[in-house]
Structure formats: structure tokens, C-alpha cells
């Protein structure tokens, strides 16, 4: 494609930032002393680190489709508690993720990057707060081929009614190329001010199980890690660490698992 202008090469993008005019709009904007709320619309991660340490608040809108105003409007004007969740980790700078023509996994999603993220895979604020407590597992030892079922109360904290998206992530500690947590369950649940519920949530036998370097799915046995949230248990300065809980069950025994 005929561009020629800074962070494109051609149609390719060299990096993640705004494009320079956008940046430069948004840097006069906050100049200026006026209230500024920054509304994305991409379809992919952006660097967006200046607007992340000098905008007071940043509303992801994704590609919404024709009623897109209506819904920024709404979240805006607070007539509901946005509850999305990022799909994916939004990096400090290209500089951060593998060589486009390395395959290896290292490095690369949420799961193996062990940078420090803009903001990561599962994150999202509301207009409320939330907390997880009194986390509990059906069985605390499991055998290859069994089931897990993870319960935890969760509160809202805060003053208006929300949405909490649970999610519950997996650490293999000890075991060679095992990913740093994954995404295991997830489960939404509406919350009035000062209100509680008690959420259960499957963990089918195949999302406890690892993918070894030569492709296998296999239960390995040994402890398990898990932490119950409103994001992954991570943080960094201008960023809080997630609400949540940690536990931790005993896989017993080993399977291959089909692929």
C-alpha cells in the first residue's frame, strides 16, 4: 500500500503507537486543561503508554458496529458498570514480543511472556469494585482423569451494581516449558452494592493438563497453583494487582490426553 508515514511500512505496522497525528491531537487535548477521556477504536493491541500515564480514564470500544456511539454514550454517562475484559495482552512496545519468524512459544502471549505488561490478558475496570473470598475446591487431590469444580464468594464492593468476570488461572510450578498461568474457567456474575454469591465453576480434566515440547497433552502429576480473580495476579507502578484469591490442589498420577 502507497504509505509513507512514521510506524507504517507500506499497509504493515512497525509498531504499536498511535499514529504521530492521533498522538499529537491527544497531547494538545490534555494540554489544554480540560477533562479528557480517551476512546479507542482498533482492532488490535496499542501502545498507548503516554495516554496511560497523563489521561485520566480510557474506554477500549473495539470496532462496535453502528450502535457503538450509543453504547460509549452510555458507559460514559455511567448508566452501566463496564465489565469487558482485555482478549489479549496489550504490550509496552513491539520490542517486547519474539521475532516474527520465531515459532517457538517462549515469549509469546499472555502464557509465556514474563515481561511487564501495559496492561494484561484479563484486565478491565468498572465503575465498581469487587472481592473474592473463601475459595474451595470439590476435591483438593484428583486422579488423571478427573474433574475439578473451584467456589469462591464474591462481593461488590463498591457503591453501584456491576458485573464481576471470574477467572480462574492455572501455574504448573517446577514443570519444564509448562506455561506460566492459563485461563481455566470463567464465569460473569451481576452484583447489587454490598452483594454476595457464592460462584462455582467447572475446570474440565483437559485444562489441567500442560502441552510438553514434543506436542503431547499430558496430566502431570504434582501441586497446582491456581488464583481466582478479576484478572491475572500481576502488577506494575500506575497499574494494581487484581483482586482475587490463590489456592492450590495435587494432581495424582499421569495421562496422555487426545490432542
Excluded at 33 to 58: C, F, Q, R, T, Y
Excluded at 95 to 110: H, I, S, V
Excluded at 238 to 256: D, E, F, N
Amino acid at each position: 500500500m502507497p504509505i509513507k508515514i512514521p510506524g507504517f511500512a507500506g499497509g504493515d505496522r512497525t509498531n504499536f503507537d498511535l499514529p504521530q497525528a492521533q498522538q499529537d491531537l491527544l497531547t494538545d487535548l490534555v494540554a489544554s486543561g480540560k477533562p479528557v477521556v480517551l476512546v479507542l477504536m482498533n482492532g488490535s493491541a496499542l501502545a498507548v503508554n503516554w495516554a496511560d500515564e497523563h489521561v485520566p480514564a480510557i474506554l477500549e470500544a473495539w470496532y462496535p458496529g453502528e450502535e457503538g456511539g450509543t453504547a460509549v454514550a452510555e458507559a460514559l454517562a455511567g448508566d452501566f458498570s463496564p465489565s469487558g475484559k482485555l482478549p489479549l495482552t496489550f504490550y509496552k512496545s513491539v520490542e517486547q514480543l519474539a521475532p516474527f519468524d520465531n515459532y517457538d512459544m517462549k515469549g509469546r502471549t499472555y502464557r509465556y511472556f514474563r515481561g511487564e505488561a501495559l496492561y494484561p490478558f484479563g484486565y478491565g475496570l468498572s465503575y465498581t469494585t469487587f472481592a473474592f473470598s473463601n475459595l474451595k475446591f470439590d476435591k483438593d487431590s484428583l486422579a488423571a482423569n478427573e474433574d475439578l469444580t473451584a467456589t469462591v464468594v464474591v462481593k461488590n464492593t463498591g457503591k453501584i451494581a456491576g458485573d464481576a468476570v471470574v477467572q480462574i488461572y492455572l501455574s504448573h510450578p517446577g514443570i519444564d516449558d509448562a506455561p506460566i498461568r492459563s485461563l481455566a474457567g470463567i464465569r460473569r456474575v451481576s452484583l447489587n452494592p454490598d452483594e454476595s454469591k457464592s460462584v462455582s465453576i467447572e475446570i474440565p480434566n483437559r485444562n489441567l493438563s500442560v502441552v510438553t515440547p514434543e506436542g503431547a497433552r499430558r496430566i502431570i502429576p504434582g501441586k497446582v497453583q491456581v488464583w481466582v480473580g478479576d484478572g491475572q495476579p500481576v502488577a506494575r507502578v500506575g497499574l494494581a494487582r487484581a483482586a482475587g484469591v490463590p489456592g492450590t490442589i495435587t494432581l495424582q498420577g499421569s495421562a496422555i490426553l487426545p490432542k
